[in-house]
Every structure is written in structure tokens, then in C-alpha cells.
């Protein structure tokens, strides 16, 4: 029987093992000292290969992780060892691709933590409950931006500009 392909955790750590925005789909680690050790010791067996842009794939502790790193951030992504690694490979690169726009192409970690609130969302935008939803980096981040405005009905746009125009008559009124 298929079974739908499957994410346990997605990764993004900064150049020192630390995290900027985990999320973990699986009870393979129940507590968070499992987390953290699972995290530090992925970060230490791939802190010394050169990824760099191209994504990596390693059998690591019964897991296929995929990672690569982008200016002083690692992204990873886990899957169990019977998991398709251009699955997890894709999910890796929709994620890395829709950061890369929610950030306007300055991927580092100052400015991830400045907008770390997208960067949660866009999570939640690729995987749910470790079912992969969405591996595409533009349709992410135009769902975590709501930039995807452009196929709204038109009722949704009246609402739009409603709730806009009373916001700004609101303000106005308030400083009155």
C-alpha cells in the first residue's frame, strides 16, 4: 500500500548549530533534549561538508536528512529511511526557495529572525502534520504574503478594501 510521502522535521539553524525556526512532525524525539541533541549532532556531521547551494543527502541515526546552506544558514529537512530523497529533496528547495523571496534575496540570519513570523508560516504552508502539501517555493511564499490577491473573487477584494478604508477612518478619527 502507497503511503503519502512524509516530512518529521524541517531544520533551519544559523552557522553555529543554533535554532532560528524548527519544526518536527514526528514523535521521534518526544522531548526537547532529544530535539536539541538530534539537532546538534545533524549540524555537526554536516558542518563540515561544502553543500553550499546544491542540496546534500546523508544516512544519518536511521534517517535520510537533505540539507544545504545558504549564506550563514543550514536548512534540513528529515525523513524516515524509506522516504523518496527527490521528495524530500524538493521540499528542501520549495522551502529554501520561498524563504528566499519572503526575504527579498537577503538570506541571512539577522534578517530571518527580523521576519520569522513568514518564515513559521511558509513552514506550515509545505507541511502538515508530516504530509507534504506544497514543495513549490513562489506558491508559498504568494500564500504566506496573501500576494495571491490576483485570483481572489472579487467579493474577497471588495472585502479587502472595506476593511482597509475603516481602518484608515478609524485612525483618523482617533487622532481627532
Not at 542540496?55 to 524509506?82: N, R
Not at 527579498?104 to 507534504?132: F, H, P, Q, S, Y
Request: aromatic share 6%; proline share 1%.
Amino acid at each position: 500500500m502507497e503511503t503519502c510521502p512524509s516530512v518529521k522535521n524541517i531544520l533551519l539553524l544559523d552557522s553555529e548549530g543554533k535554532r532560528v525556526a524548527v519544526k518536527y512532525y514526528s514523535d521521534d524525539w518526544p522531548t526537547l533534549s532529544a530535539k536539541l541533541a538530534f539537532e546538534k549532532s545533524v549540524f555537526a556531521k554536516t558542518q563540515k561538508a561544502n553543500a553550499g547551494t546544491e542540496a546534500e543527502i546523508v544516512m544519518f541515526d536511521g534517517q535520510i536528512v537533505v540539507y544545504k546552506f545558504i549564506q550563514d544558514l543550514h536548512f534540513f529537512v528529515t525523513g524516515g529511511e524509506e522516504e523518496n530523497e527527490l521528495i524530500l529533496a524538493s521540499v528542501l528547495q520549495g522551502f529554501s526557495d520561498a524563504v528566499d523571496r519572503l526575504l527579498k534575496n537577503m538570506v541571512d540570519k539577522r534578517t530571518a529572525l527580523e521576519n520569522l513570523d513568514l518564515i513559521l508560516l511558509c513552514l506550515d504552508e509545505i507541511v502538515d502534520g508530516g504530509i507534504v502539501l506544497e514543495t513549490e517555493g513562489r506558491e508559498i511564499a504568494e500564500k504566506v504574503t496573501g500576494h495571491g490577491l490576483e485570483s481572489a473573487s472579487s467579493a474577497e477584494q471588495t472585502l479587502v478594501n472595506a476593511l482597509t478604508q475603516a481602518r484608515e477612518h478609524l485612525a483618523k478619527s482617533l487622532l481627532m
